[in-house]
């Protein structure tokens, strides 16, 4: 027989494919402006912006789509079985806040991706590097907001 009440497995076994599904969503909102910086500065080379075309969808629709979902549906299911969604605190609401930032990160990196596809950006290397900081920012607000729970 296994050791621990179910709930607790359940829980620590959420917590697990939360953490690592954040690991590869981050993997890939770190990357991807990397990516479109690149591409945006060759541009001129067809060749190799449909090999940067190539690596931004297969990330998008291999890693960061994927692992965006279960981060989020995870990351929900732990805030019911751990019953956090009885009487949720401050800290809680507030990381909640910035994950809908990172959501909203995401699609603004979607939308840049099928700009570039498209052939149509109009944004530069250096608006691709000062939004790659975003996500970090974000991760560190959100990691000080888990471990502290300064609220």
Excluded: C
Aim: glycine share 8%; net charge positive.
């Amino acid at each position: 027989m296994p050791s621990g009440d179910m709930m607790g497995d359940a829980y620590g076994w959420l917590k697990v494919v939360h953490i690592l599904a954040i690991i590869s969503w981050m993997a890939g909102l770190f990357y991807l402006p990397r990516l479109f910086v690149y591409h945006v500065e060759n541009k001129k080379k067809i060749e190799l912006t449909q090999v940067f075309k190539v690596m931004e969808g297969r990330l998008l629709r291999a890693i960061m789509r994927p692992a965006a979902a279960v981060s989020v549906v995870a990351g929900a299911l732990l805030i019911h079985v751990g019953r956090w969604d009885q009487s949720m605190p401050i800290w809680l609401w507030l990381k909640l806040l910035l994950v809908l930032g990172m959501v909203a990160f995401h699609g603004l990196l979607e939308r840049h991706a099928v700009s570039l596809r498209e052939d149509r950006e109009t944004k530069d290397g250096r608006y691709f590097r000062v939004i790659n900081e975003v996500p970090t920012v974000l991760l560190i607000g959100i990691v000080i907001l888990v471990i502290i729970k300064p609220f």
